[in-house]
C-alpha cells in the first residue's frame, strides 16, 4: 500500500519500502515523533430539561476546541429535545494535536403546572390562584407559594414557574379576567316636598333590585320627612354595584293667614300671611300683606312657597257685618240761640250714639247759636261697625226791631208809634198791627214782639208821661203904643211864642192890645 495507519504511541522510526514497477525496491526510514495531546476535561449540566437551556464548558491545555456541534468555543449552550451525547476536540496550535472528549447529557422533561381559581372575578374582589405540578412555586418573579392571592384592578394575565425535583422548571399563565362593577347613573325629581311622589331611576347595569325588592330600574315611592335613604343594586357580569341613596324631603311651610276675622261692611282689611318665603294670593297679589276694601263676607287663600319650592295653602274667612242704618230726625232751622232736639231713628239693631257735640245717646237737645252741623256716630256694640249721618240745623236770625215815634207825651196826649223790622206784631196792650196808639196815664215800658219766620224778638220802650208845664213871664204886661216889649218866659224848658219864636224871651212892639200865645 502506498498509505499505511498506525496510532504512535511513542517516538519512534517506521521503514518504508517503496518497489518501482521494475521491482527495484527503495528503502527509507522516517523517523515518527509523537508529540503530546492536550488534556482537556468537560464539565456542566450532565442533565438538562426539555426546552431549557443547558451550559457545558472544556477546560484543558489545549489551545482551541470545537464541539461536535459547530460551536467553537470553550463553553456550549445547549436545549436538548432528547438525550443527547456532546464531543468537544481540543487542539494545540503549534502540533496540531488534538484530544476529544464527550459527555451524555440526560433530558427531564418539563413539569406539567396547572393553576386553579376564578376565571373571572369583580373589581375589587380578592382571587386565590393555586398552582399545582410542582415542587416549588414563583408567581410574577416575586412571590413565591402554590397559593397566590390578588386584587386586581384590571383583567391580568399571571405568571406562575413551577420547579420539580429535577429543577426543571415549567412557566404557564393564567388570565383572571376582571369586570367592572356597573357604575350606576342615578335620575330622579329630588329634593321633593312632602307628600309629594318621588321618582327615581337607574342606568347602567343589566339588572336591579331595590331595598323594598323591585326588580326593575325605576322606582315611584312617596317617602315621608323620616326617611333617611333607599338604596338599589345594579348588576352586570356578576358584579354587584350597590348605590346608597339619601333621600332629602323638605317640609310643606305652615301657611298661615292673619289679620282681622270680623269688619264693618266697606271698610279695609290687611291680611298677612306668615309661615313662607314667597306667597301667591288668590287674587293675584305676591305680597305677604294685602289690604282688601270689602262689602260682603269673603274667604280669602294663599299660597305660600319655601326657599325649598314646597308649597302650603292657608284659608282665611273674613266676615263682613253691615253698617247700622238710621237718620236724624228734627227741625232743620231754629231761632238764633234757640234750643233744638234731634234724634237717631231706624237702627236695626243695638247701638251707641256718640255726637259730635259730646253727647251721648240716641236724642240730643243742644242750643244752636248759629248754623251748627250735627253728626252723630252710631256704633254697633257686636262688632263694632260705624255709620255717620249729618244734619245742618239752619239758624235764623230775630227781627231786629227798631220804632218812629216819640216816646215822651204829655199828659193826656196819646202815644204813637210805628215798630218796624218784622213781619207780624204784638204790643204790649194788645195790638197786633205795626202801630201802638194809647193814651197813657203815667210813665211806663211797653213792648212790641216782632215775629218774623217763627223768630220773634221783643223791645222794650220806655215811655214817659210829662206833666204840663206851669207857665208865667216876668215883664210889663202894659206898655204904650210903639214901645218895645219884652217878657220872660218861666216853669219850662223850651218855648215857642205865638207859634214861631222860639226862646225864653220875647220882643216886640206892638201897637194895639193884643194876646201873645206862649
Not at 48 to 73: E, F, I, Q
Not at 217 to 242: A, D, I, M, Q
Not at 338 to 346: D, E
Request: glycine fraction near 8%; include cysteine; aromatic fraction near 10%.
Amino acid at each position: 500500500d502506498q498509505s499505511m495507519s498506525a496510532v504512535a504511541e511513542q517516538s519512534q522510526y517506521y521503514k518504508v519500502v517503496v518497489v518501482d514497477k521494475f521491482s527495484c525496491e527503495y528503502a527509507k526510514d522516517v523517523y515518527v515523533s509523537v508529540m503530546p495531546s492536550p488534556t482537556i476535561f468537560i464539565k456542566g449540566d450532565s442533565a438538562a430539561c426539555l426546552n431549557t437551556p443547558a451550559k457545558l464548558w472544556v477546560w484543558g491545555d489545549a489551545d482551541s476546541y470545537v464541539w461536535n456541534t459547530g460551536v467553537t468555543k470553550d463553553t456550549l449552550t445547549i436545549i436538548p429535545q432528547q438525550a443527547s451525547t456532546y464531543e468537544v476536540t481540543g487542539t494545540y496550535s503549534g502540533t496540531g494535536c488534538k484530544t476529544k472528549k464527550q459527555v451524555k447529557v440526560k433530558v427531564n422533561p418539563l413539569p406539567e403546572i396547572s393553576v386553579t381559581g376564578p376565571s373571572a372575578i369583580c373589581e375589587g374582589e380578592t382571587a386565590t390562584l393555586i398552582a399545582f405540578g410542582g415542587e416549588s412555586f414563583l408567581w410574577q418573579q416575586v412571590f413565591m407559594g402554590d397559593s397566590f392571592m390578588v386584587v386586581p384592578d384590571s383583567t391580568t394575565i399571571y405568571h406562575v414557574i413551577g420547579t420539580d425535583t429535577n429543577g426543571c422548571s415549567n412557566e404557564i399563565q393564567y388570565k383572571l379576567i376582571v369586570n367592572k362593577k356597573p357604575e350606576l347613573v342615578l335620575h330622579g325629581n329630588q329634593p321633593i316636598c312632602d307628600g309629594d311622589q318621588l321618582n327615581l331611576w337607574v342606568e347602567g347595569a343589566q339588572t336591579f333590585l331595590w331595598d323594598d325588592g323591585t326588580p326593575r330600574s325605576s322606582v315611584t315611592r312617596t317617602p315621608s320627612l323620616t326617611t333617611t335613604s333607599y338604596w338599589v343594586e345594579g348588576s352586570t357580569n356578576g358584579c354587584v354595584t350597590r348605590l346608597d341613596i339619601p333621600i332629602e324631603v323638605n317640609p310643606n311651610p305652615t301657611v298661615s293667614i292673619q289679620g282681622k276675622a270680623d269688619v264693618c261692611s266697606g271698610d279695609s282689611v290687611t291680611l298677612f300671611a306668615i309661615g313662607a318665603s314667597h306667597y301667591q294670593w288668590g287674587t293675584g297679589e305676591t305680597l305677604n300683606q294685602i289690604t282688601k276694601s270689602l262689602e260682603r263676607t269673603q274667604t280669602f287663600y294663599v299660597t305660600g312657597t319655601s326657599d325649598a319650592n314646597c308649597q302650603g295653602v292657608a284659608s282665611y274667612e273674613v266676615k263682613v257685618h253691615p253698617m247700622p242704618n238710621f237718620a236724624i230726625t228734627g227741625p232743620i232751622t231754629v231761632c238764633e240761640d234757640s234750643a233744638v232736639t234731634l234724634s237717631a231713628k231706624g237702627v236695626e239693631f243695638e247701638c251707641t250714639f256718640q255726637w259730635n257735640n259730646g253727647a251721648v245717646g240716641s236724642e240730643l237737645t243742644a242750643y244752636v247759636k248759629d248754623t251748627t252741623v250735627f253728626e252723630v256716630v252710631a256704633k254697633e256694640t257686636s262688632y263694632g261697625c260705624m255709620s255717620v249721618q249729618s244734619h245742618t240745623v239752619y239758624t235764623l236770625p230775630y227781627p231786629e226791631l227798631s220804632f218812629d215815634g216819640d216816646t215822651k207825651v204829655c199828659r193826656g196826649v196819646a202815644v204813637n208809634l210805628s215798630a218796624l223790622g218784622a213781619y207780624s206784631y204784638k204790643w204790649s196792650n194788645g195790638a197786633t198791627t205795626s202801630n201802638f196808639l194809647d193814651s197813657l196815664d203815667n210813665s211806663t215800658t211797653i213792648w212790641v214782639e216782632g215775629t218774623t219766620n217763627g223768630c220773634t224778638s221783643r223791645l222794650n220802650i220806655p215811655i214817659v208821661v210829662l206833666d204840663k208845664p206851669f207857665l208865667w213871664t216876668d215883664g210889663k204886661t202894659t206898655i204904650c203904643s210903639g214901645d218895645s216889649l219884652t217878657l220872660m218866659a218861666r216853669g219850662a224848658a223850651n218855648y215857642v211864642w205865638n207859634g214861631s219864636t222860639q226862646g225864653a224871651f220875647f220882643k216886640s212892639f206892638p201897637t194895639n192890645s193884643s194876646y201873645i200865645k206862649l
